[in-house]
T-cell receptor
Framework: AQTVTQSQPEMSVQEAETVTLSCTYD???????LFWYKQPPSRQMILVIR??????QNATENRFSVNFQKAAKSFSLKISDSQLGDAAMYFC?????????????FGTGTRLKVLA | DAGVIQSPRHEVTEMGQEVTLRCKPI?????LFWYRQTMMRGLELLIY????????DSGMPEDRFSAKMPNASFSTLKIQPSEPRDSAVYFC??????????????FGPGTRLTVT
């Protein structure tokens, strides 16, 4: 069974600085999707970025980028120029691409604090 | 698009009462997921449907919980009888499965349930 591990329960970053959130996963599959979701105090789960395993190029979305290391089964999120609005819980998630498999596996989350 | 709609947003009820949570997925999405989030257990998948059919309900904690999806645009999660330990935030999420499908899940705003 697949697992997703976020080993940092909490992280802090100064406003305008860069921070990296870690995520590792375990799977025997070769093709899958990986996601980062953000959950601000409003509780709304918001998709930040996604990565297809078959793509070698790391995904980027504005100030958010990932470092996808398939062999190491690592999928970290880098937030550049951190803003106060980035303060939230961040969840890493895995989804198989195998037909008939619909489940998403979520990590336990990392709480990010942004210091003014 | 209005996104995933959940109602009510907040529910306070007494132990032993029946609680019904409702979800309307994004139009065109054919998979629907119910999650429960607590501080102690994090984000737990309770059940998910594909094309209105329950695929995996192994996360449903006990027989007091039941879920239905009578059509593509509506699902309910019912707890009867409710207990204080059911207090949590319940999320509904949807996505489009299949060829060309959108594999990221879109979450509703959640229902905060408090059972006294």
């Amino acid at each position: 069974a697949q697992t997703v591990t976020q080993s940092q329960p909490e992280m802090s970053v100064q406003e305008a600085e860069t921070v990296t959130l870690s995520c590792t996963y375990d799977t025997s599959e070769s093709d899958y999707y990986l996601f980062w979701y953000k959950q601000p105090p409003s509780r709304q789960m918001i998709l930040v970025i996604r990565q297809e395993a078959y793509k070698q190029q790391n995904a980027t979305e504005n100030r958010f980028s990932v470092n996808f290391q398939k062999a190491a089964k690592s999928f970290s999120l880098k937030i550049s120029d951190s803003q106060l609005g980035d303060a939230a819980m961040y969840f890493c998630a895995y989804r198989s691409t195998y037909s008939g498999t619909y489940k998403y596996i979520f990590g336990t989350g990392t709480r990010l604090k942004v210091l003014a | 698009d209005a996104g995933v709609i959940q109602s009510p947003r907040h529910e306070v009820t007494e132990m032993g009462q029946e609680v019904t949570l409702r979800c309307k997925p994004i139009s065109g999405h054919n998979s629907l997921f119910w999650y429960r989030q607590t501080m102690m257990r994090g984000l737990e998948l309770l059940i998910y449907f594909n094309n209105n059919v329950p695929i995996d309900d192994s996360g449903m904690p006990e027989d007091r919980f039941s879920a239905k999806m009578p059509n593509a645009s509506f699902s309910t999660l019912k707890i009867q009888p409710s207990e204080p330990r059911d207090s949590a935030v319940y999320f509904c999420a949807s996505n489009a499965q299949g060829a060309g499908g959108i594999y990221e899940q879109y979450f509703g705003p959640g229902t905060r349930l408090t059972v006294t």
